[in-house]
T-cell receptor, first 114, second 113 residues
Framework: DSGVTQTPKHLITATGQRVTLRCSPR?????VYWYQQSLDQGLQFLIQ???????AKGNILERFSAQQFPDLHSELNLSSLELGDSALYFC?????????????FGEGSRLTVL | SQQGEEDPQALSIQEGENATMNCSYK?????LQWYRQNSGRGLVHLIL?????REKHSGRLRVTLDTSKKSSSLLITASRAADTASYFC?????????????FGAGTRLTVKP
Protein backbone atom coordinates (compact mmCIF):
# COMPACT_ATOMS: atom_id res chain seq x y z
CA ASP A 1 0.00 0.00 0.00
CA SER A 2 1.59 3.25 -1.20
CA GLY A 3 -0.54 5.47 1.03
CA VAL A 4 -2.00 7.30 -1.97
CA THR A 5 -5.76 6.93 -2.29
CA GLN A 6 -7.67 7.40 -5.52
CA THR A 7 -11.41 7.37 -6.05
CA PRO A 8 -13.35 6.13 -7.84
CA LYS A 9 -11.55 2.94 -8.89
CA HIS A 10 -13.76 2.48 -11.92
CA LEU A 11 -15.93 4.92 -13.81
CA ILE A 12 -18.06 4.41 -16.91
CA THR A 13 -19.58 7.39 -18.62
CA ALA A 14 -20.70 8.66 -22.00
CA THR A 15 -19.09 10.96 -24.52
CA GLY A 16 -19.62 14.63 -23.80
CA GLN A 17 -19.89 14.10 -20.06
CA ARG A 18 -17.71 15.47 -17.26
CA VAL A 19 -16.09 13.50 -14.45
CA THR A 20 -13.98 14.30 -11.42
CA LEU A 21 -11.23 12.03 -10.14
CA ARG A 22 -10.01 12.45 -6.61
CA CYS A 23 -6.63 11.81 -5.02
CA SER A 24 -5.42 11.91 -1.43
CA PRO A 25 -1.62 11.96 -1.21
CA ARG A 26 0.52 10.18 1.36
CA UNK A 27 0.57 11.80 4.74
CA UNK A 28 3.20 14.54 4.66
CA UNK A 29 3.58 14.71 0.89
CA UNK A 30 2.97 18.15 -0.55
CA UNK A 31 3.36 17.31 -4.25
CA VAL A 32 0.70 15.61 -6.30
CA TYR A 33 1.16 14.43 -9.87
CA TRP A 34 -1.40 13.20 -12.38
CA TYR A 35 -0.60 10.69 -15.12
CA GLN A 36 -2.68 9.12 -17.84
CA GLN A 37 -1.95 5.57 -19.00
CA SER A 38 -3.44 4.26 -22.21
CA LEU A 39 -2.48 1.44 -24.53
CA ASP A 40 -1.56 3.70 -27.44
CA GLN A 41 0.06 6.61 -25.56
CA GLY A 42 1.65 4.84 -22.63
CA LEU A 43 2.16 6.83 -19.42
CA GLN A 44 1.72 10.54 -20.03
CA PHE A 45 2.52 13.20 -17.44
CA LEU A 46 -0.39 15.60 -17.11
CA ILE A 47 0.28 18.04 -14.29
CA GLN A 48 1.95 18.56 -10.91
CA UNK A 49 0.84 20.59 -7.91
CA UNK A 50 2.86 21.50 -4.87
CA UNK A 51 1.13 22.79 -1.76
CA UNK A 52 -1.78 24.11 -3.78
CA UNK A 53 0.19 25.67 -6.60
CA UNK A 54 0.74 24.36 -10.11
CA UNK A 55 4.41 23.39 -10.50
CA ALA A 56 4.73 21.64 -13.83
CA LYS A 57 2.53 20.98 -16.80
CA GLY A 58 2.75 18.14 -19.26
CA ASN A 59 0.46 16.91 -22.00
CA ILE A 60 -2.75 18.01 -20.34
CA LEU A 61 -5.60 18.83 -22.70
CA GLU A 62 -7.52 22.09 -22.35
CA ARG A 63 -10.63 20.02 -21.59
CA PHE A 64 -8.85 18.75 -18.48
CA SER A 65 -8.14 20.74 -15.36
CA ALA A 66 -6.83 20.00 -11.91
CA GLN A 67 -6.42 21.64 -8.56
CA GLN A 68 -4.97 20.92 -5.16
CA PHE A 69 -6.93 21.95 -2.10
CA PRO A 70 -5.69 23.29 1.25
CA ASP A 71 -5.97 19.82 2.78
CA LEU A 72 -3.63 18.70 -0.06
CA HIS A 73 -6.04 16.39 -1.79
CA SER A 74 -6.28 16.90 -5.52
CA GLU A 75 -8.97 16.59 -8.12
CA LEU A 76 -8.63 16.05 -11.86
CA ASN A 77 -11.60 17.25 -13.86
CA LEU A 78 -12.18 15.82 -17.31
CA SER A 79 -14.86 17.45 -19.45
CA SER A 80 -16.41 17.02 -22.89
CA LEU A 81 -15.21 13.46 -22.72
CA GLU A 82 -14.23 11.63 -25.88
CA LEU A 83 -13.75 7.92 -26.55
CA GLY A 84 -10.00 8.47 -26.61
CA ASP A 85 -10.04 9.68 -23.01
CA SER A 86 -10.65 6.13 -21.85
CA ALA A 87 -7.58 5.28 -19.80
CA LEU A 88 -6.16 4.61 -16.38
CA TYR A 89 -5.55 7.86 -14.52
CA PHE A 90 -2.90 7.71 -11.84
CA CYS A 91 -2.17 10.09 -9.06
CA UNK A 92 1.23 10.07 -7.41
CA UNK A 93 2.69 12.02 -4.53
CA UNK A 94 6.10 12.93 -3.20
CA UNK A 95 7.66 15.10 -0.54
CA UNK A 96 9.58 17.11 -3.09
CA UNK A 97 8.76 20.39 -4.70
CA UNK A 98 10.93 20.13 -7.79
CA UNK A 99 13.11 17.46 -9.29
CA UNK A 100 10.67 14.55 -9.35
CA UNK A 101 12.17 12.33 -6.71
CA UNK A 102 10.65 9.00 -5.83
CA UNK A 103 6.94 9.03 -6.63
CA UNK A 104 4.35 6.99 -4.76
CA PHE A 105 1.49 5.96 -7.02
CA GLY A 106 -2.11 5.23 -6.21
CA GLU A 107 -3.93 2.26 -7.71
CA GLY A 108 -5.51 4.43 -10.39
CA SER A 109 -8.97 5.32 -11.62
CA ARG A 110 -10.05 3.42 -14.70
CA LEU A 111 -12.20 5.60 -16.91
CA THR A 112 -14.27 4.10 -19.69
CA VAL A 113 -16.00 6.48 -22.08
CA LEU A 114 -18.74 4.88 -24.17
CA SER B 1 5.36 12.00 -26.01
CA GLN B 2 7.69 9.53 -24.37
CA GLN B 3 11.30 10.21 -23.55
CA GLY B 4 12.59 6.76 -22.69
CA GLU B 5 12.51 3.73 -24.93
CA GLU B 6 12.74 0.35 -23.25
CA ASP B 7 14.24 -2.65 -24.89
CA PRO B 8 13.11 -5.37 -25.23
CA GLN B 9 9.35 -4.80 -25.28
CA ALA B 10 8.83 -8.24 -23.82
CA LEU B 11 11.13 -10.71 -22.09
CA SER B 12 10.40 -14.26 -21.00
CA ILE B 13 12.85 -16.16 -18.81
CA GLN B 14 13.00 -19.10 -16.41
CA GLU B 15 13.05 -18.65 -12.67
CA GLY B 16 16.59 -18.28 -11.43
CA GLU B 17 17.87 -16.60 -14.59
CA ASN B 18 18.90 -12.97 -14.77
CA ALA B 19 16.79 -10.40 -16.58
CA THR B 20 18.27 -7.34 -18.26
CA MET B 21 16.17 -4.45 -19.50
CA ASN B 22 17.52 -1.43 -21.31
CA CYS B 23 16.35 2.14 -21.57
CA SER B 24 17.52 4.77 -24.03
CA TYR B 25 16.59 8.43 -23.95
CA LYS B 26 17.13 11.53 -26.04
CA UNK B 27 17.78 14.61 -23.94
CA UNK B 28 19.93 15.41 -20.93
CA UNK B 29 18.45 14.35 -17.63
CA UNK B 30 18.62 15.13 -13.93
CA UNK B 31 17.94 11.58 -12.83
CA LEU B 32 16.53 8.32 -14.12
CA GLN B 33 14.19 6.05 -12.21
CA TRP B 34 12.90 2.53 -12.66
CA TYR B 35 9.38 1.50 -11.71
CA ARG B 36 7.52 -1.76 -11.67
CA GLN B 37 3.84 -2.25 -12.46
CA ASN B 38 1.83 -5.39 -11.88
CA SER B 39 -1.01 -5.73 -14.36
CA GLY B 40 -3.60 -2.99 -13.86
CA ARG B 41 -2.02 -1.80 -10.60
CA GLY B 42 -0.16 1.32 -9.58
CA LEU B 43 3.52 1.79 -10.26
CA VAL B 44 6.04 1.00 -7.58
CA HIS B 45 9.36 2.82 -7.39
CA LEU B 46 12.39 0.55 -7.56
CA ILE B 47 15.48 2.70 -7.80
CA LEU B 48 16.66 6.22 -8.67
CA UNK B 49 20.03 6.97 -10.21
CA UNK B 50 21.29 10.53 -10.56
CA UNK B 51 22.98 11.82 -13.68
CA UNK B 52 26.37 11.90 -11.92
CA UNK B 53 26.11 8.27 -10.80
CA ARG B 54 27.10 5.30 -12.92
CA GLU B 55 25.81 2.32 -10.99
CA LYS B 56 23.45 1.58 -8.14
CA HIS B 57 22.37 -1.56 -6.34
CA SER B 58 19.29 -2.44 -4.35
CA GLY B 59 18.88 -6.05 -3.29
CA ARG B 60 18.68 -8.13 -6.47
CA LEU B 61 18.51 -5.02 -8.63
CA ARG B 62 21.43 -3.37 -10.35
CA VAL B 63 21.03 -0.22 -12.40
CA THR B 64 23.64 1.37 -14.61
CA LEU B 65 23.57 4.74 -16.29
CA ASP B 66 25.70 5.89 -19.22
CA THR B 67 24.96 9.54 -19.88
CA SER B 68 27.33 9.65 -22.85
CA LYS B 69 25.23 7.00 -24.58
CA LYS B 70 22.01 8.23 -23.02
CA SER B 71 21.15 4.78 -21.82
CA SER B 72 20.42 2.82 -18.66
CA SER B 73 19.98 -0.81 -17.84
CA LEU B 74 18.14 -2.65 -15.10
CA LEU B 75 19.41 -6.07 -14.12
CA ILE B 76 17.32 -8.37 -11.94
CA THR B 77 19.39 -11.27 -10.69
CA ALA B 78 18.09 -14.70 -9.70
CA SER B 79 14.61 -13.87 -10.95
CA ARG B 80 11.48 -15.22 -9.29
CA ALA B 81 7.98 -15.81 -10.63
CA ALA B 82 6.87 -12.88 -8.45
CA ASP B 83 9.08 -10.58 -10.53
CA THR B 84 6.62 -10.99 -13.41
CA ALA B 85 5.48 -7.43 -14.17
CA SER B 86 6.06 -4.50 -16.51
CA TYR B 87 9.13 -2.41 -15.85
CA PHE B 88 9.36 1.24 -16.83
CA CYS B 89 12.20 3.68 -16.92
CA UNK B 90 11.40 7.31 -16.23
CA UNK B 91 13.66 10.21 -17.11
CA UNK B 92 13.53 13.40 -15.11
CA UNK B 93 14.42 16.79 -16.50
CA UNK B 94 14.49 19.87 -14.34
CA UNK B 95 15.20 23.52 -14.90
CA UNK B 96 13.67 26.23 -17.01
CA UNK B 97 10.71 25.07 -19.05
CA UNK B 98 11.84 21.46 -18.83
CA UNK B 99 10.45 20.14 -15.59
CA UNK B 100 8.90 16.75 -16.04
CA UNK B 101 9.21 13.01 -15.60
CA UNK B 102 8.60 10.95 -18.72
CA PHE B 103 8.07 7.23 -18.83
CA GLY B 104 9.05 4.81 -21.55
CA ALA B 105 6.72 2.23 -23.02
CA GLY B 106 7.94 -0.45 -20.63
CA THR B 107 9.30 -3.97 -20.79
CA ARG B 108 6.90 -6.78 -19.96
CA LEU B 109 8.83 -9.42 -18.02
CA THR B 110 7.51 -12.94 -17.59
CA VAL B 111 9.35 -15.26 -15.24
CA LYS B 112 8.30 -18.87 -15.64
CA PRO B 113 8.41 -21.07 -12.52
Amino acid sequence: DSGVTQTPKHLITATGQRVTLRCSPRSGDLSVYWYQQSLDQGLQFLIQYYNGEERAKGNILERFSAQQFPDLHSELNLSSLELGDSALYFCASSVRDRGFGELFFGEGSRLTVL
Amino acid sequence: SQQGEEDPQALSIQEGENATMNCSYKTSINNLQWYRQNSGRGLVHLILIRSNEREKHSGRLRVTLDTSKKSSSLLITASRAADTASYFCATVRTGGNNNDMRFGAGTRLTVKP
